[in-house]
């Protein structure tokens, strides 16, 4: 039974950081792309980042470029999400999520969410 497990959430300042952190379990991870999405109240959910299974190829969304680093540690079956200079408007539930790399065109597991709220 796959588990992807989000921790790290809380509130900040804005300008403040947090990193969060997804546990994963059940699953061959090195060979899953992972992802962070993050959905705000009254809108849809929208990728933040995404990272290839060696950790080379990684993507964002313009939104966080240059204020978000995603990373993984294979061994540790974990992806991180290093935010940095966090504004309101990145005040979301943030999800972890995974696909199998190359093959699944959709990510097919999700974590349960952590609340992230930067205040002004």
């Known amino acids: 039974q796959v588990q992807l497990v989000e921790s790290g959430g809380g509130l900040v300042q804005a300008g403040g950081s947090l990193r969060l952190s997804c546990a994963a379990s059940g699953l061959t991870f090195s060979v899953y792309t992972m992802a962070w999405f993050r959905q705000a109240p009254g809108k849809e959910r929208e990728i933040a980042a995404a990272?290839?299974?060696?950790?080379?190829?990684?993507s964002y969304a313009e939104s966080v470029k240059g204020r978000f680093t995603i990373s993984r540690d294979n061994a540790r079956n974990t992806v991180y999400l290093q935010m940095n200079s966090l504004k309101p408007e990145d005040t979301a539930v943030y999800y972890c999520a995974a696909k199998i790399s190359g093959i699944a065109n959709e990510y097919n597991h999700w974590g349960q969410g952590t609340q992230v709220t930067v205040s002004s």
């Open positions: 990272i290839g299974r060696t950790g080379i190829t990684k």
